[in-house]
């Protein structure tokens, strides 16, 4: 019973370097959702997709893009990786908006 | 203002006891609400979704008051297993407001 897996768990990138961020589930959900979450911050909502083939800005999308892939999967990509983007990120979804949102155990992130 | 707003505590409790915590929130048009638990560097895990008639589920009640604005979770005998952030959650369509959390530290 996976639920919501992220990849990778852990990362360390310099300055300018990219990378993607995968989420996927298995739970037949429409709706996938990034956030990060920093000290002392509530989570802060990225992108996310309300269903396939949409995607829509949340609060704080400057300096990632996302993809949604197919149902199951919903990638984020940082194309320029800043310090600023140190983070603790997680990917949920729900089976529609109003639901409750299901969390995959995050990717943290360091960029030196 | 903040849309969501919690007390950050921590609130420290012995076992046994019972815990209050409120949370108020700023959109009158927020259609539904939820209260997560987050234990250090995890995911957070849904606790309970929280109605309008209120709600219970074990040693958790959750209660609503949409004129006020704010929803509360009780905590009956606190254990030592529910140490925890507790996050309040506000929605409408698509749009998940988290509060920054509430931190609970019960005492042996």
């Known amino acids: 019973n996976a639920g919501v897996t992220q990849t990778p768990k852990f990362q360390v990138l310099k300055t300018g370097q990219s990378m993607t961020l995968q989420c996927a589930q298995d739970?037949?959900?429409?709706?996938m959702y990034w956030y990060r979450q920093d000290p002392g911050m509530g989570l802060r909502l990225i992108y996310y997709?309300?269903?396939?083939?949409?995607?829509d800005k949340g609060e704080v999308p400057n300096g990632y893009n996302v993809s949604r892939l197919n149902k199951r999967e919903f990638s984020l990509r940082l194309e320029s990786a800043a310090p600023s983007q140190t983070s603790v990120y997680f990917c949920?979804?729900?089976?529609?908006?109003?639901?409750?949102?299901?969390f995959g155990d995050g990717t943290r992130l360091s960029i030196l | 203002r903040k849309e969501v707003e919690q007390d950050p505590g921590p609130f420290n409790v012995p076992e046994g006891a019972t815990v209050a915590f409120n949370c108020t929130y700023s959109?009158?048009?927020?259609?539904?609400f939820f209260w997560y638990r987050q234990d250090c560097r995890k995911e957070p895990k849904l606790l309970m979704s929280?109605?309008?008639s209120g709600n219970e589920d074990g040693r958790f009640t959750a209660q609503l008051n949409r004129a006020s604005q704010y929803i509360s979770l009780l905590i009956r005998d606190s254990k030592l297993s529910d140490s925890a952030t507790y996050l309040c959650?506000?929605?409408?369509?698509?749009?998940?407001?988290f509060g920054t959390g509430t931190r609970l530290k019960v005492l042996a």
């Open positions: 997709s309300a269903s396939e083939g949409t995607t």
């Open positions: 959109n009158s048009a927020s259609q539904s």
């Open positions: 739970m037949n959900h429409n709706s």
């Open positions: 949920a979804s729900t089976v529609q908006g109003n639901q409750p949102q299901h």
């Open positions: 929280v109605y309008s």
């Open positions: 959650v506000v929605s409408g369509t698509y749009k998940y407001i």
